[in-house]
């Protein structure tokens, strides 16, 4: 009996520095169109800058792709420990979630036209006058928040927009083949889609009018169910600083 004990402790002790060095892992959503890195992260910056201020602040990462949509979805249920990568820092995101400190500075938006409508876009004053424009479809991808100011105008167009899933869209044949006339992009999107778009992606340009608002910055939205701490150290690490209960 006594040999029994003595063999469950010892048994017991050994598995305690395996379970004490488990790494903490956390889960975060990413846009499924994303590219991946040999290391498996998406090919962005904030997605570096993600793996590498969770890995300083002893967070493991598994990257999932989901459509950002359903990521918005469950967040709002709140049934499932999780982040998702790059959301805007608005009101009702702040209201169903954690956000961390900002990845990467907001990213300057422009309109991306199809060649077709470019000088009639040309023509007009500023962004809001093409937003609002009756004449003109407008691409937007379902769940996606762009800023305060340009969800407004898009709230506000006579002709509502043509609304496609963010994980599956291919923008540059829909603009090209005349589903749509423009949408709101940034550079690191147009880089991705030139580099895919083939021969349709020379069909489309970017329009640069007065009137873009600035950029919203963008952020890890953390489900409630990631323990509070976790956030803190990433958003620790993210700031060159010592993780909270360090010495």
């Known amino acids: 009996m006594r040999a029994a004990i003595r063999h469950s402790l010892a048994a017991a002790t050994l ?9 903490d892992v956390l889960v975060i959503h990413h846009i499924p169109q994303a590219e991946l890195t040999a290391a498996g992260v998406p090919d962005l910056p904030m997605g570096e800058r993600t793996a590498r201020w969770a890995a300083q602040a002893g967070l493991e990462v598994r990257w999932v792709p989901v459509p ?17 990568l790059g959301v805007f820092d608005l ?7 954690r956000l961390s400190v900002p990845l990467v500075p907001g ?6 036209v199809a060649s077709r409508v470019a000088a009639q876009m040309r023509a007009l004053r500023d962004v809001r006058s093409v937003m609002l424009d009756p004449r003109f479809e407008l691409l937007a991808f379902d769940g996606v928040a762009y800023g305060p100011t340009l969800d407004r105008w898009i709230a506000e167009r006579q002709r509502k927009p043509l609304w496609v899933d963010n994980g599956t869209a291919q923008v540059a044949p829909m603009l090209a083949r005349g589903r749509a006339d423009f949408t709101i992009s940034v550079a690191s999107e147009l880089q ?4 895919s778009g083939g021969a349709e992606a020379q069909s489309i340009e970017v329009l640069n ?4 608002p600035a950029p919203p910055t963008r952020h890890l939205a953390c489900s409630l169910r990631v323990p509070a701490a976790w956030l803190a150290r990433f958003d620790a ?11």
Request: proline share 12%.
């Open 15 to 23: 598995a305690l520095p395996l379970a004490c060095a488990a790494a």
């Open 68 to 84: 950002f949509k359903r990521s918005l979805e469950e967040l709002r249920r709140n049934d499932q420990a999780f982040c998702l």
């Open 91 to 97: 009101p009702e995101r702040r209201r169903m979630a």
């Open 107 to 112: 990213e300057p938006q422009f309109l991306l």
């Open 192 to 195: 991705a889609l030139r580099a």
């Open 209 to 212: 009018l007065p009137g873009m």
């Open 237 to 247: 690490a993210a700031r060159g600083q010592p993780a909270p209960g360090t010495p």
